[in-house]
């Protein structure tokens, strides 16, 4: 028998194991030595674009010496000597910490962003273009006296120092990325239209009823051919009911007498009218589709969606324990990252006639002063208007002309190119009439109610449409008050200087777009509020719905004078409480609106107000916690509702049961409000959505209003849908419930105990441009979270979510602050992200944790105070 010879190993020659474990060994510190490299060149890419904050650094344009301190969270307190170089130090640490926003807001304003980001943005732009913000803000700077036209050009020449100073992605990590794009973008010098067409863009952000009027045009449509044109008032009626007058507040409720300002300020003319992976992937970037132009501009600018608007009071020293006023405010916005607001105090080394300026507060980056705060004297805030200053006119053209009051006249006519990065230019025609520019054509919605106009028409007036010529067509143009020149640029100094109510309401005649209410307190114990803004005096029409655009009868006719507008100083109640609900009774003299807040929040603001006040005297933690309130009234009266309803599935009926002691709270830690809001999404789609003609489900307080008055009805006709097979008020509350549990359960499980809001409720700070790029690999640079929120839809902690969509947080407190007058350096404040645009910077997200809680942190204002608080101090020396 043979046996086989044993192996012989070559001891210089490695085992296979060996050399396996050898090349895996080389595979694995390749991937590491790549993995390092990678890390490296991003590293260093991201933090070269950090700015210098500490030591000194010498500029060409600066006239002396200028501080910027910064304090732990890296908000700056900038000192100078004069304006010029007070608003040169904010344009460039503006620039410093925020310039690729500032850059992609002023590509929007001027309906550019295919210049950056191709041809997927083209259409953006026509629309963009058409409104022609960027031509009006040219137009207000041309208007400027000469000392608010050096403000912008000293914050101007501020921006374009840093600009001269860097390139590329030493900017910012964003002209990283899109160098791999559109290779040959770079940053234009600045300007002070750049910095005007952002209150543009803001004015759109806080418009108000221009969707519901398109919304309520095409309902109109819709009845009309299902042949119920009869009943369609009422239907309206029913779907956008009046503000309810009787259960909650409006803001004055009696006109202060004050006598007449003498004011230089007018109102504008009134006229009618990485590896190769990377590389490739970045290449196809796309954004975020949307439904239409419309929405795709809201994605740019900001949406007017659910929870846009602010709440704001003021509540005097009677009512406080310091015997002094606190005033407190906080804007609902579309959440961004970064913020929307840039929180900076700015300070003349000596007050005087020459330099008049030492505030702190709130302004947007591009912007120089601030928009909202405090100076040495006064402080104020803003909460959106909601007046009515946009209306749709249907236009009957005829080829190169328009129908108007039984002739024809010609249409304004303009031509515009769009460039497109890596594309063909695009050459748009925009065609204008008296009432402004027309948009149908660019917007599905709006080009639908040009098509088949006569339904959704408003009521009243000579409103027969003129001959039908071989050329006609019907159009749909816009009129709205953003698109006039105004003064509003201007407005930011006056109020930032103001000294006094008078003071203060004569700037308060400047700030014309975007309408805003105005809260008022002094250091001598003084409340206020003042309407301001341009408000339009209408003919036959409200501008509830689109109007003939070919009768004048419906033009505007004029503005409401400055005088006569609401006004109030130091009311008898000890408080003024604003959150866009009714500014006043339906008695007052003018028109302003059908389409208000419904005033939920303005109600339990006062109840709080009143509440506390009677338990003892009010302090500024008062105010914080009443701005992180999360009482859900809807939720209150579905529990209610719920209590003589039999529902199926021992599931729901614990559900139901977890409303029972509920405190109608939406706490992120409860299980009782994931459910209510669950509850109350599937309650109203299957009111409203899920039928064979779907009705809209956009504004909760509309819906909390509407389905209020079923819930007194219950023999109403909409608790019948025979497309979910349920026959009344019982069955769809029953089948609500149910269909509430299984959704929650599928969502965090079947224990309902262990539900919670907060998870299901969460924010996705999402970058206004590259975190919706489609590249997995860029948004995991840019985007932060998701972060547990509290609050809800029309809840004085508003946090808004889209009903039929998410229950994800999409609008927001953009930021909170509670202005103390006995000691400006008590006051408190928070905003949603932190001073820093820079992905990976310490500043980016630092004070999102604090937002998401309610917590608020001091803010020093008094010079001793910005001393000790500082931790790092950049001196910027004019160069030699």
Known sequence: MTTDSPAIVDPARPSLAARVGRIAFLVVAAAVVVAVAAAFVVTWTIQRSFPQTDGTLALDGLESEVTVQRDDRGIPTITAESTDDLFFAEGFVHAQDRFFEMDFRRHVTAGRVAEMFGESQAGTDAFLRTLGWRAVAEDEVAAMDDTTLSYYEAYADGVNAYLASRSGAELSLEYGVLGIQNPDYAPEPWEPADSVAWLKAMAWDLRTNLEDETERALLSAQFAEAGDAATTPATLEQLYPAYPFDENPVIVPKISTLSGLETDAEPAAFSGG?????????????????????????????????????????????????????????????????????????????????????????????????????????????????????????????????????????????????????????????????????????????????????????????????????????????????????????????????????????????????????????????????????????????????????????????????????????????????????????????????????????????????????AGSLTAQDMRDIQMDGEMWIGMRLATALEDIDVDGAGTQDAVALLRDWDAQNDASSASAAYANVLWSNLVQNLFAEREEPLPIDGQGRLFTAVDALLDDPSDPLWSNSAIDVSGMEEMLALSAEEAYDELSALQGSAVTAWNWGDLHAITLTSDTLGTSGIAPIEMLFNRGPFPVSGGASIVNATGWELGTSYATTTVPSM???????????????HLTGASGHAFHEHYIDQTEDWAAGVQRPWAFSAKAVDAAATQTLVLTPAE
């Open 816 to 830: 909170r602050m509670v202005v103390d007058l006995a000691d400006f350096d008590d006051s408190t404040w928070i």
């Open 274 to 614: 990485a590896g190769g992976e990377l590389q490739q992937a970045v290449t196809t970037i796309d954004w975020q589709e949307a439904d239409g132009v419309i929405e795709a501009a809201s994605l740019l600018v900001g949406d007017v969606g659910e929870g846009v608007g602010s709440n704001s009071w003021v509540v005097s020293g009677d009512l406080t324990a310091s015997g002094m006023p606190l005033l407190a405010n906080d804007p609902h916005l579309g959440a961004s990252l970064p913020s929307v607001w840039y929180q900076v105090q700015l300070k003349c080394a000596e007050v005087t006639d020459a330099c008049p300026f030492d505030m702190g507060g709130f302004s947007f980056s591009g912007l120089p002063g601030i928009v909202i705060g405090h100076n040495q004297s006064i402080a104020w805030g803003f909460t959106n208007l909601t007046t009515d200053v946009t209306d749709l006119y249907v236009e009957r053209i005829d080829g190169d002309q328009y129908w108007r009051d039984g002739a024809l006249v010609p249409l304004e006519e303009r031509t515009e190119t769009i460039e497109v990065a890596g594309g063909d230019d695009v050459e748009l025609t925009i065609r204008s009439t008296v009432h402004g520019p027309i948009i149908s054509g660019l917007t599905d919605d709006v080009t639908t109610i040009a098509e088949a106009p006569e339904p959704g028409l408003a009521a009243g007036g000579a409103t027969t449409a003129p001959p039908v010529g071989e050329d006609s067509e019907y159009a749909v143009s816009l009129r709205w008050t953003a698109l006039d020149p105004g003064t509003a640029a201007s407005a930011v100094f006056a109020l930032s200087t103001a000294q006094d109510f008078a003071e203060f309401r004569q700037a308060s005649a400047l700030f014309d777009v975007p309408a805003q209410n105005l809260i008022y307190a002094d250091v001598e114990g003084n409340i206020g509020y003042q309407t301001p803004g341009r408000l339009p005096i209408r003919g036959a029409g409200d501008g509830w719905m689109p109007q003939p655009g070919w009768d004048s009868a419906y033009d505007w006719t004029g503005f409401i004078p400055f005088d006569e507008l609401p006004v109030s100083y130091n009311p008898g109640s000890g408080y003024i409480v604003t959150a866009n609900n009714a500014i006043v009774t339906d008695d007052y003299d003018y028109f302003l609106s059908r389409d208000w807040d419904y005033g939920y929040r303005a109600a339990r603001i006062v109840d709080l107000i009143e509440r506390k006040a009677a």
